[in-house]
């Protein structure tokens, strides 16, 4: 090790050391365990429970069902049973705490999502009931004339 | 001094050490072999039919609130497709804002605004495809990824590690389907997950539970009793882009040539 030759590996050695600490430190212990090697299984294996543990919103029919039975085996009697009902009232989210947090949507756009005719044959879409929104009650939401939870039922009067 | 000979000797032995791989000195780990072998858990399918899809787009809407997906961005993990086949050959595709808010209208989004009618009697075969990622079996977004943070899980699901992803995009080229994008508020690249926080939990995913006709579906390969699987098995299904290897595990009922 006299000569200066080697000089330089020292440096490198050193440089090695450091990047090998620094790596101590920045590298979760649970990185790079996949079972699927180094193609498929370099990943910080920790985070998949972070993705199972993202709050659910959407808590579907059967949450509601609970509560309100009444308006659940309406829309089940109903040609709408089929949709859930959080496809217009919204996420359940923290509901029943905090009622607030339902956003019922009664809009015009939301029923034309599926009753603006379209002649489409070859899809479901075909064969829906359907209306010209141009043309159809404009400017009146569905709901004044139809109700939503039995379509085939007269709606709100406002 | 060191010798010509010895120069050439140790040479050659640190290339031929360096060439030794770090895993031929791994020692033989049979828990590590038991869980390469393990396949008892699920693997996570969806199935599409795209003859029961009419284009209402509450599953589109349903994803971006359940997944928190910015709702006016124009990004979305799942999108509904519009395809018009006219008499004269011609294939007329559409996807306005994913199909967030349905297909309001008949006409054709050309983009900037502007709509292409199209007479009803020219349209030979009109139908709407539901698109979301495919969770390959073979993902080349996995692949491309130099700080894995994408990765795939046990039961077929390739998950986005936000806190460990760099941006930098490979992904996103990567990916055939064109499935990806820049989530704009962690700025970091996202994707359809089948739900992993629901499917997990014994739900179904947003997209499934929104969908009024049953276009939609999520099941269990693994599982032969599983009402998908005996679909997948039994019918005539498809998959988009075969050729790309990628082993996609997002089937099709009633696909037709004109969907890429």
């Known amino acids: 090790m006299k000569s200066h030759v080697w000089r330089p590996l020292v440096v490198v050695l050193v440089v090695i050391a450091l990047v090998l600490v620094a790596r101590k430190f920045l590298v979760p212990a649970d990185f790079g365990v996949g079972a699927r090697g180094y193609m498929y299984g370099w990943h910080r294996a920790g985070n998949e429970q972070q993705w199972k543990d993202v709050k659910v919103k959407y808590k579907t029919a059967a949450f509601c069902k609970d509560c309100h039975p009444d308006k659940y085996d309406e829309m089940k009697e109903s040609p709408h049973r089929n949709i859930n009902c959080e496809n217009c009232h919204g996420p359940a989210l923290n509901h029943p705490d905090d009622p607030r947090s339902l956003t019922i949507d009664r809009s015009r756009e939301l029923c034309a999502r599926c009753h603006t005719r379209l002649p489409y044959p070859n899809s479901g879409r075909g064969v829906m009931k359907g209306i010209d929104p141009t043309t159809h009650n404009v400017g009146l939401d569905c709901v004044t004339c139809h109700w939503p939870h039995d379509p085939r039922k007269e709606g709100h009067k406002r | ?260």
């Open chain 2, 1 to 260: 001094m060191i010798s010509r000979r010895s120069f050439c000797k140790k040479s050659l032995l640190i290339a031929g050490g360096l060439a030794i791989p770090l895993s031929c000195l791994e020692l033989f780990d049979p828990k590590r072999l038991l869980a390469e072998k393990d396949d008892t858990g699920a693997r996570w399918v969806f199935l599409v039919d795209t003859r029961k899809c009419v284009g209402c787009g509450f599953c589109v809407k349903g994803c971006k609130v359940e997944n928190e997906v910015p709702y006016d961005a124009n990004v979305t993990r799942t999108w509904v497709e519009r395809y018009i086949v006219t008499k004269d050959g011609k294939t007329h595709i559409d996807s306005p804002k994913g199909a967030r808010d349905g297909f309001p209208n008949k006409g054709i989004d050309i983009g900037h605004g502007r709509l292409e009618e199209i007479k009803d009697d020219d349209i030979e075969k009109a139908f709407f495809v539901p698109k979301l990622c495919n969770q390959c079996d073979n993902p080349p977004c996995v692949q491309v990824c130099p700080v894995g943070a994408t990765y795939q899980t046990a039961d077929g699901v390739v998950l986005v590690d936000r806190s460990w992803c760099i941006g930098c995009g490979y992904c996103i080229m990567g990916c055939p389907y064109g499935v990806r994008f820049f989530h704009p508020v962690f700025h970091v690249a996202e994707k359809c997950n089948f739900c992993y926080h629901r499917i997990t939990k014994g739900m179904q995913t947003a997209c499934v539970d929104s969908c009024a006709f049953g276009a939609r579906r999520v099941g269990n390969l693994r599982d032969p009793e599983d009402p998908v699987t005996r679909v997948i098995m039994t019918e005539r299904v498809n998959v988009l882009k075969e050729e790309y290897g990628t082993k996609p595990q997002v089937f099709y009922l009633g696909l037709s040539k004109e969907v890429k």
